[in-house]
């Protein structure tokens, strides 16, 4: 199973030329690499930290979240450099946290939303999705066999000293990514089927864990993957506490129907961003805070929390309503020219 993504952000795409050193590669790594050369803006530093990224994820998230041995010498350095690729410094007055999040973040995605990512049955290209992924780079949506998953054991998770379990719960979608993941990390990941992802994230909501929707500048700008995140393990959940925007929230916030809310506490004690109370007997939900996550929907059995739109947290990401909209322009700009 091995694909080629060959298209680039916002519908920019320049020839990739063939080089020597291409045949000391492997496949996938020449895919990825094809991908990034075609890709309009991609320089020789995002083709690198994409490698990087995905050949080693679990050194460059055991650096980043300060689990690694090597975090406390490499992590400041590894700071500065990617700070300075993405334009902020102290000097200019920039700020690196959010410079970091921009080129590295994840949208919440409910359930059903999660669920229309891993059994997309076509192709898809949905780019500059900037309402929805409310970031200055990597908001495309570009799947190319969306049907080509691989699950990989989760990064964050694998370098705690007490992880939560199972670790196989982090999901590569589409290619060039998939391939390069299963060829590069082949006991730590493995092939599955849309159905079993639908599995994985079924299991994982009746956890308690968030579904992120990731999306990278150094991943050719774009989706790659859905992770399933606990709170105790998750790299941008912990960065998300500490000030750094690395979570847009899913466009939706938790309701509670005081009429059947019966002050049991289960959904204060499951909520991932700490969003729930409890007040006077009844659940209340801190709107600022929360995501939308939807966790504490699943986990009431009185079915007193519900989720609600909710305009100043951004626009969901529904894919089915994202491919009619978008095809519902390109039928009116046909009948426009017809």
Same mark, same amino acid.
């Given at each position: 199973?091995?694909?080629?993504?060959?298209?680039?952000?916002?519908?920019?795409?320049?020839?990739?030329?063939?080089?020597?050193?291409?045949?000391?590669?492997? /496949?996938?790594?020449?895919?990825?690499?094809?991908?990034?050369?075609?890709?309009?803006? +991609?320089?020789?530093? #995002? /083709? *690198?930290?994409?490698?990087?990224?995905?050949?080693?994820?679990?050194?460059?998230?055991?650096?980043?979240?300060?689990?690694?041995? *090597?975090?406390?010498?490499?992590?400041?350095?590894?700071?500065?450099?990617?700070?300075?690729?993405?334009?902020?410094?102290?000097?200019?007055?920039?700020?690196?946290?959010?410079?970091?999040? #921009?080129?590295? %973040?994840?949208?919440?995605?409910?359930?059903?939303?999660?669920?229309?990512?891993?059994?997309?049955?076509?192709?898809?290209?949905?780019?500059?999705?900037?309402?929805?992924?409310?970031?200055?780079?990597?908001?495309?949506?570009?799947?190319?066999?969306?049907?080509?998953?691989?699950?990989?054991?989760?990064?964050? =998770?694998?370098?705690?000293?007490?992880?939560?379990?199972? *670790?196989?719960?982090?999901?590569?979608?589409?290619?060039?990514?998939?391939?390069?993941?299963?060829?590069? %990390?082949? /006991?730590?990941?493995?092939?599955?089927?849309?159905?079993?992802?639908?599995?994985?994230?079924?299991?994982?909501?009746?956890?308690?864990?968030?579904?992120?929707?990731? $999306?990278?500048?150094?991943?050719?700008?774009? $989706?790659?993957?859905?992770?399933?995140?606990? =709170?105790?393990?998750?790299?941008?959940?912990?960065? +998300?506490?500490?000030?750094?925007?690395? *979570?847009?929230?899913?466009?939706?916030?938790?309701?509670?129907?005081?009429?059947?809310?019966?002050?049991?506490?289960?959904?204060?004690?499951?909520?991932?961003?700490?969003?729930?109370?409890?007040?006077?007997?009844?659940?209340?939900?801190?709107?600022?805070?929360?995501?939308?996550?939807?966790?504490?929907?699943?986990?009431?059995?009185?079915?007193?929390?519900?989720? =609600? /739109?909710?305009?100043?947290?951004?626009?969901?990401?529904?894919?089915?309503?994202?491919?009619? =909209?978008?095809?519902?322009?390109?039928?009116?700009?046909?009948?426009?020219?017809?």
């Amino acid at each position: 199973m091995e694909g080629e993504g060959r298209q680039g952000m916002s519908g920019k795409k320049r020839e990739a030329k063939w080089r020597p050193w291409d045949l000391l590669m492997r /496949r996938s790594t020449r895919s990825l690499m094809r991908a990034s050369r075609e890709l309009e803006g +991609h320089a020789l530093f #995002d /083709r *690198l930290h994409g490698y990087v990224y995905g050949a080693f994820p679990y050194l460059y998230i055991g650096i980043g979240t300060g689990e690694h041995p *090597l975090a406390r010498a490499v992590g400041p350095v590894a700071s500065w450099v990617l700070g300075r690729a993405q334009g902020a410094s102290e000097a200019d007055g920039g700020d690196s946290g959010e410079a970091f999040a #921009d080129g590295y %973040h994840g949208k919440v995605v409910p359930l059903e939303q999660a669920t229309q990512l891993v059994t997309v049955d076509e192709e898809i290209r949905l780019t500059d999705l900037e309402q929805i992924i409310p970031y200055s780079r990597a908001r495309d949506i570009i799947l190319k066999n969306p049907d080509h998953i691989v699950v990989l054991d989760c990064p964050c =998770r694998s370098v705690r000293a007490e992880p939560c379990e199972p *670790l196989d719960v982090c999901l590569i979608i589409g290619e060039p990514f998939a391939s390069f993941v299963a060829d590069h %990390h082949p /006991r730590r990941s493995r092939w599955i089927e849309p159905e079993e992802a639908v599995t994985i994230l079924r299991e994982e909501d009746e956890r308690g864990h968030v579904h992120h929707a990731f $999306f990278k500048d150094a991943m050719l700008d774009r $989706f790659y993957a859905i992770c399933n995140c606990c =709170r105790c393990c998750c790299g941008a959940m912990q960065a +998300h506490r500490t000030g750094v925007p690395m *979570l847009a929230p899913s466009g939706y916030v938790s309701e509670v129907d005081p009429a059947l809310c019966e002050g049991c506490g289960a959904c204060e004690d499951v909520c991932p961003f700490g969003a729930v109370s409890l007040r006077d007997g009844h659940a209340l939900v801190n709107v600022d805070t929360c995501m939308g996550c939807g966790v504490c929907v699943s986990r009431c059995e009185r079915g007193a929390m519900t989720l =609600r /739109r909710e305009a100043r947290k951004g626009e969901p990401l529904d894919i089915r309503r994202l491919k009619e =909209r978008f095809e519902g322009k390109q039928t009116g700009r046909a009948a426009e020219f017809g």
